[in-house]
Nanobody, 120 residues
Framework: QVQLVESGGGSVQPGGSLRLSCAASGSIGRIYAMGWYRQRVGQQRELVATITSGGSTNTADSVKGRFTISSDLAKNTVYLKMNSLKPEDTAVYYC??????????????WGKGTLVTVSS
């Protein structure tokens, strides 16, 4: 089994900052990429940012310059530092990992999500 556990969500005022963390655990063979997606009320899940095992990143235009993704591969952990938060950033943030288990196929795994609320 593979588990992704997110932490760091919460409520913050506009202009504030939060840092999300996601740790992958279980019988992990190789991690190819990890990332963050979000789902706002009434909308589809969308990409926020991803990072490959080689360190290449991809960040959505809507958060570019405000959000930064990073990772600690030794800990199978990915982070999302969110600055200058706006009310429209309010969403459930999901961690994603593209990985293969030991002797297993490469698959996408998802965390249960963590709520970020930006409101005055």
């Amino acid at each position: 089994q593979v588990q992704l556990v997110e932490s760091g969500g919460g409520s913050v005022q506009p202009g504030g900052s939060l840092r999300l963390s996601c740790a992958a655990s279980g019988s992990i063979g190789r991690i190819y990429a990890m990332g963050w997606y979000r789902q706002r009320v009434g909308q589809q899940r969308e990409l926020v940012a991803t990072i490959t095992s080689g360190g290449s990143t991809n960040t959505a235009d809507s958060v570019k310059g405000r959000f930064t993704i990073s990772s600690d591969l030794a800990k199978n952990t990915v982070y999302l530092k969110m600055n200058s938060l706006k009310p429209e950033d309010t969403a459930v943030y999901y961690c994603n990992a593209d990985l293969s288990r030991y002797f297993g196929a490469r698959m996408d795994y998802w965390g249960k999500g963590t709520l970020v609320t930006v409101s005055s």
